[in-house]
T-cell receptor
Framework: DVKVTQSSRYLVKRTGEKVFLECVQDMDHENMFWYRQDPGLGLRLIYFSYDVKMKEKGDIPEGYSVSREKKERFSLILESASTNQTSMYLC????????????????FGDGTRLSIL | GQQVMQIPQYQHVQEGEDFTTYCNSSTTLSNIQWYKQRPGGHPVFLIQLVKSGEVKKQKRLTFQFGEAKKNSSLHITATQTTDVGTYFCAGHYGQNFVFGPGTRLSVLP
């Protein structure tokens, strides 16, 4: 079974802090994704990566950056946390296929509920 | 950008009643995926539909992809309390994809 592990289930940080959210997958998937989930807005894609050291902006990348130094690990960085970044953050991974990097089902971690005070 | 709409946003049903959620796109999809998220849990992949008019069944769940590949539906027959959760569709447009906002289902025993 695919396992996507997020480093923290709950996290509380202060405005202006630099925040790191870590995600590790154990199935050798090429693709990894970071989302935030807010009530009524569903899942919004922040960044994704389809290979080591590769990254692509999603729909809401402002205020965030990512790092993928190893295939199994994808980090989300809040450069200077703000209160409007309080949210549930979900990491996901999927294998690539020949047609598209995103066609395969995504496997999600349990999420990190981040509160910025 | 591309948008995928889902209706209804919320649905409350009595146990044993049927439930349907609809997913609509303004442009043609290459495929669509459905996910379920239990309360307090994470989204879990249910199924992928690729062909125009495709219908797939998983026990009490029936998934349908429209002929024009612009809409999809998920129908649950005789809901059970274990069906509680939020159902998301994810529409794929070539290399891109977008999740719908989800339909939250409550099942009253």
């Amino acid at each position: 079974d695919v396992k996507v592990t997020q480093s923290s289930r709950y996290l509380v940080k202060r405005t202006g802090e630099k925040v790191f959210l870590e995600c590790v997958q154990d199935m050798d998937h090429e693709n990894m994704f970071w989302y935030r989930q807010d009530p009524g807005l569903g899942l919004r894609l922040i960044y994704f990566s389809y290979d080591v050291k590769m990254k692509e902006k999603g729909d809401i990348p402002e205020g965030y950056s990512v790092s993928r130094e190893k295939k199994e690990r994808f980090s989300l960085i809040l450069e200077s946390a703000s209160t409007n970044q309080t949210s549930m953050y979900l990491c996901a991974s999927s294998p690539q296929d020949s047609q598209s990097y995103s066609n395969q089902p995504q496997h999600f971690g349990d999420g990190t509920r981040l509160s910025i005070l | 950008g591309q948008q995928v709409m889902q209706i209804p946003q919320y649905q409350h049903v009595q146990e044993g009643e049927d439930f349907t959620t609809y997913c609509n796109s303004s442009t043609t999809l290459s495929n669509i995926q459905w996910y379920k998220q239990r309360p307090g849990g994470h989204p879990v992949f249910l199924i992928q539909l690729v062909k125009s008019g495709e219908v797939k069944k998983q026990k009490r769940l029936t998934f349908q992809f429209g002929e024009a590949k612009k809409n999809s539906s998920l129908h649950i027959t005789a809901t059970q309390t274990t069906d509680v959760g939020t159902y998301f569709c994810a529409g794929h447009y070539g290399q891109n994809f977008v999740f719908g906002p989800g339909t939250r289902l409550s099942v009253l025993p």
